[in-house]
């Protein structure tokens, strides 16, 4: 579809561009590609289901809890669930408070400008009073004034968070439900629904509030205008798909050896960069989500796997490298649902400027791992 | 009960083994389908089990004799190799130190390594860290001190090699590994000789030998230099001071016990040995110049670093280069509070750095600022860690340094010493805070809340550990009298704290100064950032001599030993021709060829034998 | 009795390779592998048998043979053998399990392997010169056909330099032996008959002296050892555990047997130029090492550094350095048996030996974790570390040829510093890092793969830990070894000026029993 009138991109990554102009999607349409796709978000929607989940419980119910032992419990604390806890047969819930981490610590979005507000520093005063009011915690507060107020901000990161995933999740599970039922069939497909999705939700609100006594302080309150796309979403994508935090497993922190940027906007070792074959490794904590999902794999997917050299033996491995192909067609997905036009404009004008946003996107996509899910 | 948990006491090692070889499932990837924390709670387990049977041991030997055990464990011919424990107040003390700051890095590990998939093997190295040196504090033996220490610089190696994916971790397992070692050879050495010299390897036998010894100076201070070797390189003191440095690269539980405890068991070999050493006036004279030299060196260096966990590694080797002059001055018990209250000191200062690089997800301190109001247990920490470690407030280390000055009242320029780097490490721990927890948050310290309990839990519990110590002191009768105090030196000491807080807060902690601040020259400023370029002359000089060396030699091998020797051309002709049937696959041949040449050597043999035999029959007439 | 140790092996040699069903390579490894468990089973039961407090030969068998020659089939063990005998049982099976199921040709290759440990088991058991001769040799056939047919590309040059090298050791031997019968003008070759015979110093030289080279060929001493690394190269791995493990020892046996237990004077004298070989040796081959990028060489030079301690014990000539020599010989038996186990595992996995190609082999998903561990378990007990049995055998062998050879012993101590750096370098080469793309795919390692040298290893730490096991059954046969050669006097060679060593009288110590111990340690021997 690559019009007439239009010269070919001279960006770098052109051939990408021009696939997306053309309807293509960052990761080639294959069958096996969107048998991997598909069946790692499956596993991906579950476990996303519990840490959104368990994201929110401790947003609201772990709320300035000194000591939260127990707060992967979801609030359910039997010695069953306590003796499978300690024998680490559990979903690795520090997977996603990393994620939550990544966001707060790289900001971004409007979320991140109202946690700066005076107006959150007036609720979370009200809340932080009701919680610890009357208790030696206050004098605490009083010592270290900002100890609780950036506790919160976490906290409140912990729900954001939790409700993108809450989307997201249900999103993949619907996707794996289509796909079973026949009517996903190419990565096309895919995007389309993950978009679709996205733009559906676009608009959601994010809140939180939390009950301390009996009674609902809102920390968020749906008057701020915190909407799902523009506040998590993107900042997600931000954070955990391009920048994240360098592995302690394959980076040095030492200072003199200036292997990290001192601009965190310049990380590139979010999930669209990392290689995939150290997963498993000492130091690289994504180890902890393959191992999530290598629990909810279906089983066609789990047979794909077997068929290759190693096995069950890499199964972690082989998890991130579909994994990684499925964040790519999400991010086509976001690029898309992006796009200041339609797909198929004709106004050069329109198609210009699309063309702008897209070798926008593909500047950070430079040395990601795009080129190596081409080839696979 | 006390006989039994004496005899016993050589479990407190072995809790640690146990929990080690409990992680086994998981370090060696047994396990697929659950995670590895399981082995964490074992060895926190084990490493709780160690300190409270260790707690019970104090209780027993409280106010006893010390008492020896005897393991026996290899009795060979005339070569007896058994193991004698020391059970005494000292021993099982520095046993409860071990074991308690074990247990708090271990928990620390917790939070700081969640999501670390191989905390299985973490905990398998940690738990047998603890166990070489609880054992090496109980250890009344030579053999068994120095083999600890080789297994030491084994742990030392595979914790820092612990993220080995990383490259510059490869470098630094390999540097701590080998500059340990090369003390380990040479101390290795100082042993085979005291075992000939002496016939005996217990501590206490060879106090009394040496009591005796009548050695030659030139072998008494070979002797002695050797026996020092090793404890130089475990205490990272010049010139084997480098490891410390790279082995930062480590994980930060793992740092927290390097800088107090690690560093403080090659101390604790060197105290034994003390006795030996003072047979050597050169001996102990190269002591004092070595700890001297790392002392001053390694405080100027620490102020110069601009990474956080190494701006406060050099300090150890500072502090360790004191102990080093306690030994050499033979003030034995000096050097084992020195070691305490540093180690206690240290520990904090290391928990507190590491909730700060999680946090911040940097080491580099030029990127910090602003953290103090937002983390509570992080900086009180590091505040109590650093008077704990200088000699300002009446913490632990004001009253060692006192002991200290104290005993060494008599020479000025010890003194000096003291007080220079006392000053020195206040500058640069008031820096480190003002650079790090004061200020204005930057970009990467914006957003900064407090650690989860997993690792505020040991900070705290340190922090009250740090507050209890001169109180445990005076419990244990180590605080000097009041009259006794010497108040000039408690003036002095306190004074260069504070000219060196003061100095470091007036410019650190001052908005006004334009950071990075440039004290010195750059040139200068170059030399003590990359430690005095010690790793480069190393480079230039052990590396370069053994890979040329070693080329050299590979190269004879190849053209000339094996050229002149084989005979190349006999070789190659028999290659060349009649062997290619082998290649073809026609073996059989070449068994037949070998039967044949042995069957000619043999026929050849009866012939040869029975020629000279009979001649030498008809000589002799049999 | 021992006879069975060399028969049972020739008799299921001749079976598999004469029965035609054995070409099925599965089934003729099996065989073998029932054959070589039943040898080491006998061997364990022969340890029962064993008394470790006669110092003499035990469980003798006599057969005439060839008379007019000499020639007796006489066998016996001691403890200078016992441990030998052991080990080559034991590697014998490791080798066989560990060995290719696919193998090409595989009724000849699971026979030559059967007549190898045969052959290597009568050299160690044969108490008749001649007859240790035609086991010394015959042991050449199976190795040399075994290199030659199953070798790698360069199988043809290793192989035959491999038997020139060897066939020259023996010929040197045997001209030994016969100058020895023909000088004493003894009409036998019975060992016990000869070691009564006394001969002038000179002329015990000369013959002490060809006997050297010929076993010091086979150890292999600097620098006649070149043939050892081409030899390993190109050998496939259990030929290399063999060769390593059991091949140079015959050499150091043999030195021990013939050379000192036959010329004691003579190796009095010799004895500090054997132990400066035996620097050259340590301080030469480690050297060599460092610079080779192969994993087989850097394994085959540090056997040429770790033989010198061997010789080094040797030449001192103690009781206490003769039993040191024996448990480093067993030591390095395992030890370096271990490595090229180990080497062999990432060789067939990943196509290459050269440390500059391989990278990250530690990657747990795709790269070979539990074989890197053990690699790691394995340098470091080479670098002697405690806990494992190469760190006990070092320190053996340090501490009894210190008061004998002290300046020869400290150089050989940097061999052991030297040791760290090569085995360092390839574990932190070949396993540290990331694993890089081209090593990405690599076939899945069994645990077939692994079970060899998973026993190994454990093998390695229970003698470290429990090194009694290793030097109980030699101590008579050591002490009267050790006590052939009057000690040379320290002051000779004394290099420090020792002066007057104050005897120790050990302070009167309460010391503290510890039962649990002892009864471990009671129990532990009360095998005999």
Redesign the interface.
């Given at each position: 579809m690559v019009s007439l009138t239009q010269q070919p991109s001279t960006h770098p990554l052109a051939d990408m561009i021009h696939c997306l102009e053309s309807g293509g999607a960052l990761l080639p349409d294959s069958p096996d590609n969107v048998l991997e796709v598909v069946g790692v978000l499956k596993s991906y929607g579950v476990v996303l289901d519990a840490y959104s989940r368990n994201l929110i419980y401790i947003a609201e119910q772990q709320f300035l809890v000194l000591f939260p032992a127990f707060k992967y419990f979801d609030g359910e604390v039997s010695l069953k669930k306590l003796l499978r806890h300690w024998w680490h047969d559990r979903i690795n819930y520090e997977y996603a408070e990393y994620c939550m981490k990544g966001m707060l610590w790289h900001g971004g979005g409007g979320l991140d400008d109202y946690l700066d507000s005076a107006e959150f520093s007036r609720r979370t005063e009200a809340a932080i009073q009701a919680k610890v009011g009357g208790t030696p915690m206050q004098l605490l507060h009083k010592l270290f004034s900002n100890f609780l107020p950036e506790q919160v901000r976490q906290l409140a990161y912990y729900s954001g968070l939790g409700q993108f995933w809450r989307v997201m999740s249900d999103m993949f599970i619907d996707l794996s439900d289509l796909y079973d039922q026949g009517e996903v069939q190419t990565i096309a497909d895919v995007v389309a629904h993950i978009r679709d999705a996205l733009v559906e939700a676009a608009a959601l609100p994010i809140t939180y509030a939390v009950t301390i006594k009996g009674q609902t302080y809102e920390i968020i309150p749906k008057s701020v205008g915190l909407t799902f796309l523009a506040d998590t979403a993107l900042p997600y994508v931000e954070a955990v798909f391009f920048r994240s935090f360098p592995f302690f497993g394959t980076v040095s922190y030492n200072a003199q050896a200036h292997q990290i940027s001192e601009k965190p906007g310049d990380f590139s070792y979010g999930a669209l960069f990392a290689d995939p074959l150290p997963i498993g490794s000492a130091g690289i904590p994504p180890t902890l989500l393959m191992q999530d999902m290598r629990h909810y794999l279906p089983g066609y997917l789990h047979d794909f796997y077997m068929q290759g050299l190693r096995g069950e033996d890499d199964l972690r491995v082989k998890i991130c490298i579909s994994f990684q192909k499925s964040m790519f067609c999400v991010t086509t997905a976001t690029v898309l649902g992006l796009m200041p036009h339609p797909l198929d404009t004709t106004d050069p004008v329109q198609r210009q400027e699309n063309r702008t946003h897209l070798e926008n996107w593909m500047d950070r996509l430079l040395t990601s791992r795009l080129a190596d899910v081409q080839s696979e | 009960m006390s006989q039994f948990l004496i005899q016993t006491s050589w479990w407190v090692p072995g809790y640690g083994l146990i929990g080690a070889l409990l992680t086994l499932p998981w370090s060696a990837g047994l396990v697929h389908r659950t995670g590895p924390r399981p082995a964490a709670y074992f060895n926190l387990l084990m490493t709780a089990l160690a300190l409270i049977h260790s707690g019970a041991l104090l209780q027993a030997v409280w106010n006893q004799p010390p008492q020896r055990l005897l393991i026996p464990w290899l009795k060979i011919l005339d070569l007896d190799l058994s193991f004698t424990l020391e059970i005494s107040v000292i021993s099982v003390g520095a046993a409860i130190v071990i074991t308690a700051l074990s247990f708090l890095a271990q928990f620390f590990a917790l939070g700081y390594l969640e999501k670390d998939w191989a905390l299985g093997r973490f905990y398998a190295l940690m738990g047998f860290f603890e166990a070489a040196m609880s054992g090496i504090v109980l250890s009344d033996s030579l053999f068994l001190s120095y083999a600890l220490l080789e297994m030491l610089t084994l742990s030392t190696y595979l914790l820092v090699g612990f993220w080995y994916a990383q490259p510059l971790v490869v470098t630094a397992a390999r540097d701590a590994f080998l500059t340990k070692r090369v003390g380990d050879l040479l101390l290795l050495m100082g042993v085979l000789v005291v075992f000939t010299l002496a016939g005996s390897l217990n501590f206490s036998d060879l106090e009394t030998w040496a009591q005796t010894a009548n050695l030659a100076p030139l072998t008494a201070t070979l002797l002695g230099l050797a026996l020092i070797a090793g404890p130089t390189g475990k205490c990272a003191q010049f010139p084997l001071n480098l490891w410390l440095d790279e082995a930062m690269e480590g994980p930060n539980p793992a740092s927290i016990l390097r800088n107090s405890v690690v560093v403080a068991c090659g101390a604790f070999v060197l105290i034994k040995l003390q006795p030996i050493l003072a047979i050597s006036p050169i001996a102990l004279t190269a002591l004092m110049i070595l700890g001297t030299m790392t002392a001053i060196g390694a405080s100027l260096v620490a102020i110069a670093q601009i990474d956080i966990k190494r701006a406060l590694s050099h300090t150890t080797s500072a502090y360790l280069g004191l102990v080093f002059l306690a030994v050499g001055m033979q003030q034995t018990d000096l050097a084992l509070l020195f070691l305490f209250t540093h180690a206690i000191g240290k520990a904090l200062l290391f928990m507190s750095i590491g909730s700060v690089i999680l946090t911040t997800n940097t080491q580099d301190l030029t990127e910090m600022g602003g953290l103090a109001g937002r983390m509570p247990a992080t900086t009180s920490s590091f505040v109590v860690g650093t008077f704990a470690s200088i000699g300002l407030l009446p913490l632990g280390s004001l009253w060692s340094m006192l002991e200290w000055g104290d005993s060494f009242w008599s020479s000025p320029w010890l003194v000096g010493v003291l007080l220079l780097v006392n000053g020195l490490t206040a500058f640069n721990l008031t820096r480190v805070f003002g650079l790090a927890f004061w200020g204005e948050p930057q970009i990467k310290t914006r957003r900064t809340p407090e650690v989860p309990w997993t690792m505020a839990v040991p900070m705290v519990s340190l922090v009250i550990i740090a507050l209890l110590v001169p109180v445990m002191l005076l419990q244990w009768h180590l605080l000097p009298a009041l009259e006794n105090i010497n108040l000039l030196l408690v003036l002095l000491l306190i004074s260069s704290g504070i000219v060196g807080c003061g100095l470091g807060g007036f410019i650190y902690l001052n908005s006004g100064w334009a950071k990075p601040v440039n004290l010195v020259g750059k040139p200068i400023r170059d030399t003590l950032a990359y430690d005095f370029w010690i790793e480069k002359a190393y480079r230039l000089s052990v590396v370069l001599g053994v890979v040329q060396g070693s080329r050299l030699t590979a190269w004879l091998d190849r053209y000339v030993v094996d050229g002149m020797v084989n005979l190349v051309g006999v070789v190659s002709l028999f290659t060349g021709e009649s062997l290619k049937y082998t290649i073809s696959g026609q073996s059989r041949n070449y068994l037949l060829t070998v039967f044949v040449g042995v069957i000619l050597t043999f026929i050849a043999l009866v012939w040869s034998f029975h020629f000279p035999y009979s001649i030498a029959q008809s000589l002799f007439g049999h | 009795m021992l006879s069975t140790l060399i028969w049972a092996p020739v008799l299921g040699a001749t079976v598999i390779a004469f029965l035609p069903q054995f070409s099925n390579s599965e089934r003729a490894r099996q065989a073998a592998l029932a054959i070589a468990i039943f040898t080491l089973g006998w061997t364990v039961f022969l340890i029962t048998q064993f008394d470790i407090s006669n110092a003499g030969l035990q469980l003798q068998e006599t057969l005439p043979w060839?008379e007019?020659?000499?020639l007796t089939y006489r066998l016996g063990v001691d403890g200078l053998s016992l441990p030998l005998v052991v080990m080559n049982s034991f590697l014998v099976v490791i080798a066989i399990y560990s060995s290719d199921p696919k193998i090409n040709r595989p009724r000849?290759y699971y026979a030559l392997f059967l007549l190898l440990g045969s052959a290597v088991a009568g050299a160690f058991l044969a108490q008749n010169l001649?007859l240790f001769f035609l086991f010394y040799?015959?042991e050449?056939?199976p190795l040399?056909?075994l290199i030659?047919?199953w070798g790698g590309a360069r199988?043809?040059?290793a192989?035959?330099?491999f038997?020139?090298?060897t066939?020259t050791s023996g010929i040197l031997i045997?001209a030994a032996f016969?100058g020895l019968t023909?000088l004493t003008?003894v009409?036998t070759f019975d060992y016990a008959a000869l070691q009564s015979q006394a001969l002038p110093l000179g002329t015990q030289i000369i013959l002490l002296v060809t006997l050297l080279v010929g076993f010091g060929i086979k150890i292999p001493l600097?620098?006649?050892h070149?043939?050892l690394p081409d030899a390993h190269v190109e050998a496939s791995t259990p030929t290399s555990v063999l060769l390593a493990g059991m091949l140079l020892k015959l050499g150091t046996y043999g030195l021990l047997r013939f050379g000192l237990g036959l010329f004691p004077e003579a190796w009095r004298v010799l004895a500090p130029w054997l132990a400066a070989i035996a620097v050259v040796n340590v301080l030469?081959g480690s050297?060599?090492?460092?610079?080779?990028t192969d994993m087989k060489k850097i394994v085959a030079y540090s056997s040429v550094g770790h033989m010198g301690f061997v010789i080094l014990a040797s030449a001192a000539a103690t009781?206490?350095s003769i039993?040191a020599a024996v448990g480093q010989m067993v030591s390095h038996g395992l030890i370096s048996a271990l490595l090229f186990l180990l080497v062999g595992v990432v060789y067939s996995k990943t196509g290459t030996r050269d440390v500059t190609v391989l990278r990250?082999l530690?990657?747990?998903?795709?790269g070979l974790?539990?074989i890197g561990?053990l690699m790691?378990a394995g340098v470091?007990a080479s670098?002697?570390?405690?806990?494992m049995v190469g760190?006990?055998a070092e320190f053996?062998v340090?501490?009894?040829s210190?008061?004998v050879f002290?300046v020869q012993?400290?150089l050989c101590?940097?061999g052991?510093?030297?040791t760290?750096?090569y085995f360092?370098?390839l574990v932190?080469r070949a396993?540290?890092?990331?694993?890089p793309e081209n090593l990405?795919?690599?076939?899945?390692?069994y645990w077939r793969d692994r079970l060899p040298s998973v026993v190994m290893t454990v093998l390695i730490i229970f003698l470290g830990l429990q090194?009694?096991w290793l030097?109980?059954w030699s101590?008579g046969t050591?002490?009267a070894l050790g006590r052939l050669t009057p000690s040379p006097a320290i002051s000779h060679m004394a290099p420090?000026?020792?002066?007057?060593?104050?005897?120790?009288?050990?302070?009167e110590?309460?010391?503290?029993?510890?039962?649990a111990?002892?009864n471990f340690?009671h129990s532990a021997l009360s095998l005999e």
């Open positions: - | - | 060839v007019p020659l000499g000849l001649l040799e015959l050449l056939i040399y056909l030659a047919i199988r043809g040059y192989a035959t330099k038997l020139i090298y066939a045997l016969f023909l003008g009409s600097v620098p006649l070149t043939w030469y050297f060599v090492a460092i610079a080779q009781p206490l039993l990250g530690l990657n747990p998903e795709r974790p539990l561990s790691i470091m670098g002697g570390i405690p806990g760190f006990v053996v340090y501490r009894s210190f008061s002290p012993t400290l101590v940097l052991t510093g030297l760290a750096v360092l370098n932190n396993f540290f890092g990331r694993l990405a795919n690599l076939p899945r390692v090194p009694s030097y109980r101590e050591s002490a420090l000026p020792l002066i007057e060593t104050v005897a120790v009288n050990p302070p110590i309460e010391l503290v029993s510890t039962p111990f002892e340690q």
